[in-house]
């Protein structure tokens, strides 16, 4: 079954076309580099996925359900871009910002368990800031704000994750590990993963597919597919294309 359907999505934001006609499709265990220019509309293509850019013209379908119908958002971790809604005097502990990953499952009364307890443990651990786990949020370091939104993004469990470039506040051994982490959810459990980056050099390292926007999809398919494409040799450039295949 395909968890996520996108056909023939546009959108426009003030008259402009910011996506024209995009189609394309996962399914579980594929784990996609969404790359694309400035502007090119990786982060409005994700956002009208997750039905909070709209309205758009075209379908989007979740888990086999239409995106208006879809419910169980509990299978769906974000981790956005910005950082931005942390001001320093945010008066939450990173473990009750990790919480919030597995309190969107609930039922009300919204109760954390012991079960509950040792997963964000478990999380806090893979993501080495179990130190910090009551520290205030507002405390920490940009590169740490960001590990304790990944481990709430995977503390759920999530069936599909989506990663709006992740890593730019990370340092290299952090990106290290964050990237094995990926891996091994998408090895393991065959969490699908979109991953948008602006980094082309390296996607090649840790997603199977590439799905190239420019407003429109230039390219989806596996990374063979791309490196051996004539045509996107002609459209890139071999410089280019030898950016994005070398480490594959
Ligand atoms: P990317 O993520 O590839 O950098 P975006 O999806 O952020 O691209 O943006 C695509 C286009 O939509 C850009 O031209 C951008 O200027 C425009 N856009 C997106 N959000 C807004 C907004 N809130 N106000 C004005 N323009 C926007």
Redesign the pocket.
């Known amino acids: 079954m395909s968890v996520i359907e996108v056909e023939n999505l546009s959108f426009r ?2 008259g ?1 076309d ?1 996506l024209q006609d995009i189609t394309f499709s996962a399914r579980k265990g594929d784990y996609i580099g969404l790359v ?10 994700v956002k009208a996925i997750l039905g909070i850019a709209g309205p758009f013209r075209g379908r989007v379908r979740l888990f086999g359900r239409e995106l208006r119908d879809f419910r169980e958002w509990s299978k769906i971790g974000y981790l956005p871009q910005s950082l931005t809604f942390f001001n320093p005097y945010f008066p939450s502990t990173v473990r009750e910002i990790v919480s919030l990953g597995l309190l969107s499952r609930k039922k009300f009364p919204r109760v954390l368990t012991r079960a509950d307890g040792e997963a964000i443990d478990r999380v806090l651990g893979l993501l080495n800031i179990a130190g910090i786990g009551d520290s205030p949020i507002g405390e920490l370091s940009g590169g740490q704000k960001q590990r304790v939104l990944i481990a709430r993004a995977v503390v759920n469990d999530p069936e599909l994750l989506i990663l709006d470039e992740p890593t730019t506040a990370l340092d290299p051994d952090a990106r290290e590990l964050f990237f094995a982490i990926l891996k091994r959810l998408n090895a393991e459990r065959g969490t699908v993963m979109i991953l ?1 980056t602006h980094d082309i050099g390296s996607i090649g390292e840790h997603a199977n597919k590439l799905l190239y926007v420019d407003r429109r999809v230039l390219f989806y398919g596996g990374f063979d597919e791309f490196c051996r494409s004539e045509r996107m040799t002609t459209f890139f450039g071999s410089e280019s294309q030898h950016i994005i295949c070398h480490r594959h």
């Open positions: 934001y003030n402009i910011v694309g220019p400035n502007g090119s509309g990786k982060t409005t293509l948008v």
